[in-house]
T-cell receptor
Framework: DGGITQSPKYLFRKEGQNVTLSCEQN?????MYWYRQDPGQGLRLIYY???????QKGDIAEGYSVSREKKESFPLTVTSAQKNPTAFYLC????????????FGPGTRLTVT | GIQVEQSPPDLILQEGANSTLRCNFS?????LQWFHQNPWGQLINLFY???GTKQNGRLSATTVATERYSLLYISSSQTTDSGVYFC?????????FGKGTKLTVNP
């Protein structure tokens, strides 16, 4: 089955620790995205990548970092510099750039205390 | 940047009722998608509809690009339709989401 997987589903960390969220897709999509969702809100773009070894900042990139070493994988690191890291994180992919239909993974709920 | 407004913010229905959700956007778009976010947080693609009309079972959507709005119709609603419905459009090289319509369907 083709799709997008994110792991883990739930993640708990202590303040001051970096944490990496996994996102893998087997849809052969070129573009991948990371979004953040806070309770009762829409999604906000953190980072996106249109091709391997290239990525761009979204609206709320501060305190986050990404890498795109393989087409299938786009991990997101939430660093200790992110002031309010507790949120629901969603990964997405699309065949091409933003005008193409995006598909989403199941998400990771991160809680930092 | 492009603005996306969804209405109503909340909607409560009895099972079997019909509903219409609206999405207004402030500029021309090449991509408009409707999603359903289920209670577990998963975003399910409903429609990719930058213009025209599409139907999928009890759901249908219409986008009037020249007037910058899209409508999502849900007929004969079921309790499993509950959740949040998001509209998203492309703007400045990214997908911009509205704040969603929270739908509750009571048995």
């Amino acid at each position: 089955d083709g799709g997008i997987t994110q792991s883990p589903k739930y993640l708990f960390r202590k303040e001051g620790q970096n944490v990496t969220l996994s996102c893998e897709q087997n849809l052969n999509h070129d573009a991948m995205y990371w979004y953040r969702q806070d309770p009762g809100q829409g999604l906000r773009l953190i980072y996106y990548s249109q091709i391997v070894n290239d990525f761009q900042k979204g609206d709320i990139a501060e305190g986050y970092s990404v890498s795109r070493e393989k087409k299938e994988s786009f991990p997101l690191t939430v660093t200790s510099a992110q002031k309010n890291p507790t949120a629901f994180y969603l990964c997405a992919s699309s065949y091409g750039r933003y005008s193409y239909e995006q598909y989403f993974g199941p998400g990771t709920r991160l809680t930092v205390t | 940047g492009i603005q996306v407004e969804q209405s109503p913010p909340d909607l409560i229905l009895q099972e079997g009722a019909n509903s219409t959700l609206r999405c207004n956007f402030s500029d021309s778009v090449n991509n408009l998608q409707w999603f359903h976010q289920n209670p577990w947080g998963q975003l399910i693609n409903l429609f990719y509809i930058p213009s025209g009309t599409k139907q999928n079972g009890r759901l249908s959507a219409t986008t009037v690009a020249t007037e910058r709005y899209s409508l999502l119709y849900i007929s004969s609603s079921q309790t499993t339709d509950s959740g949040v419905y998001f509209c998203a459009v492309d703007g400045s090289e990214k997908l911009v989401f509205g704040k969603g319509t929270k739908l509750t369907v009571n048995p």
